[in-house]
């Protein structure tokens, strides 16, 4: 079974700096589907970035990028120039390639952006 | 542009009632799921359906009954509910294909006394 750990249950960062946030998971698939997911106070879940990953280059999101490391099964997330409106609850997210519907989230990480 | 709407947005029950959460999505996708959220545990999937006449259970479906005779609408069932079902449901469809972008509804905070 596949499993997501996010190991920061709380980060903070000073507005315009940059913040890394973790993520590692397991499984035995190869082709599969990593999330970045936002969940700010109005508890709306928002799709922040996407990897898919048979594809070695890291996804960009303008001020969002991702570091994935495949064999060590790692994924975080790099916010730059953070801003206050970036602070929310962050969810990695996996997917199988082939299984539609089934997202295996972690347990989030809080981020506060301090003025 | 509508996407994924749920009612209600918040529900207080008494233990042993019954209530149905609803969702809808305008999107035709063919994949729809159920989340529920509880604090330090992120979201886990309850059921999911990929398609009209199919669901199917998730991580932690007890408690709670699915049915998806349309394309759009994938309701929830409670059918005598618990404290332990206290929580934030989520509702989530996604297309098939490459893309495989779940979209969310914006939660139903439910309340079990």
């Known amino acids: 079974a596949q499993t997501v750990t996010q190991s920061q249950p709380e980060m903070s960062v000073q507005e315009a700096e940059t913040v890394t946030l973790s993520c590692t998971y397991d499984?035995?698939?190869?082709?599969?589907?990593l999330f970045w997911y936002k969940q700010p106070p109005s508890r709306q879940m928002i799709l922040v970035i996407r990897?898919?990953?048979?594809?070695?280059q890291n996804a960009t999101e303008n001020r969002f990028s991702v570091n994935f490391q495949k064999a060590a099964k790692s994924f975080s997330l790099k916010i730059s120039d953070s801003q206050l409106g970036d602070t929310a609850m962050y969810f990695c997210?996996?997917?199988?390639?082939?299984?539609?519907?089934?997202?295996?989230f972690g347990q989030g990480t809080e981020l506060s952006v301090k003025p | 542009n509508a996407g994924v709407t749920q009612t209600p947005k918040f529900q207080v029950l008494k233990t042993g009632q019954s209530m149905t959460l609803q969702c809808a999505q305008d999107?035709?996708?063919?994949?729809m799921s159920w989340y529920r959220q509880d604090p330090g545990m992120g979201l886990r999937l309850i059921h999911y359906?990929?398609?009209?006449?199919?669901?199917d259970q998730g991580e932690v479906p007890n408690g709670y009954n699915v049915s998806r005779s349309t394309t759009e609408d994938f309701p929830l069932r409670l059918l005598s509910a618990a404290p332990s079902q206290t929580s934030v449901y989520f509702c989530?469809?996604?297309?098939?294909?490459?893309?495989?972008?779940?979209?969310f509804g914006a939660g139903t905070r439910l309340s079990v006394l």
């Open positions: 989530a469809s996604s297309e098939t294909g490459a893309k495989n972008i779940q979209y």
């Open positions: 499984t035995s698939e190869n082709n599969y589907y």
């Open positions: 990897q898919e990953a048979y594809k070695q």
């Open positions: 997210a996996f997917k199988r390639y082939n299984q539609g519907g089934k997202l295996i």
């Open positions: 999107m035709n996708h063919e994949y």
């Open positions: 359906s990929v398609g009209a006449g199919i669901t």
